[in-house]
């Protein structure tokens, strides 16, 4: 399995700010992946993030709203952007360890 | 599109009973599904899984049942229990340029009433 953490565990941003979130994994891993769960909805893939390579964006999301850093094997940062209250979601951490996907707790974000 | 259709979208039952929910998929390049179970407040967690190899797979009281030619899965909860109430997703994944991209259910909320 998969230990993962995720900072903040949610958060209230005003619109038109930023936020940063955080994830951090117990062990390497080459592959991390960002999701979002809006309210009472599925998991949506937002990019896959490979260390020492740009993040792959999911159709939909792009790179100036949701930019991501994938410093280390063990770590990555999603940031929101220019939030809006459409951006409320709880968003989701998440890597592939021997063909199965563990997540992180998520984040609750609600943009007012 | 949505590439992985689940139902019901929640599903009550009594306690004892059986849970199932069921899944369909369209895409055969799909070669692994998996079923996550989520608590308010938390993330995922893998459940249980099949490959498209198998029919059947059974862990506890859980069971995914699989039709390839129907490209149908469905998962049962046996001898339901309240600890049991949370939102069921399930998901089916292809290779993608070297790692399984994961495509999800809408997800079940299931209630166990005592």
């Known amino acids: 399995s998969a230990v993962i953490s995720q900072k903040p565990s949610r958060d209230i941003c005003q619109r038109g700010t930023s936020l940063t979130i955080q994830c951090q994994v117990d062990?390497?891993?080459?592959?991390m992946f960002w999701y979002r769960q809006q309210p009472g909805q599925s998991l949506t893939l937002i990019a896959t993030?490979?260390?020492?390579?740009?993040?792959?964006?999911e159709s939909g999301f792009v790179i100036d709203k949701f930019p991501i850093s994938r410093p280390n094997l063990t770590f990555s940062t999603l940031t929101v952007s220019n939030m809006s209250p459409e951006d409320s979601s709880i968003y989701l951490c998440?890597?592939?360890?021997?063909?199965?996907?563990?997540f992180g707790p998520g984040t609750r974000l609600t943009v007012t | 599109q949505q590439q992985v259709k689940q139902s019901p979208q929640s599903l009550i039952v009594q306690k004892g009973g059986i849970s199932i929910i069921n899944c369909a998929y369209e895409?055969?390049?799909?070669?692994?599904f998996p079923w996550y179970q989520q608590f308010p407040g938390k993330g995922p967690a893998l459940l249980i899984a099949?490959?498209?190899?198998?029919s059947e797979k059974k862990e506890g009281r859980f069971t995914i049942s699989f039709n390839k030619s129907a490209k149908q899965f469905s998962l049962h909860i046996m001898d339901s229990q309240p600890g049991d109430s949370a939102t069921y997703f399930c998901?089916?994944?292809?290779?993608?340029?070297?790692?399984?991209?994961?495509?999800f259910g809408i997800g079940t909320k299931l209630q166990v009433i005592p």
């Open positions: 998440s890597v592939s360890r021997s063909g199965e996907q563990y």
């Open positions: 062990s390497q891993v080459t592959m």
């Open positions: 993030a490979n260390q020492g390579s740009e993040a792959t964006y």
């Open positions: 895409n055969t390049a799909f070669d692994y």
């Open positions: 099949i490959r498209p190899d198998v």
């Open positions: 998901a089916a994944s292809q290779n993608s340029g070297g790692y399984q991209k994961v495509t």
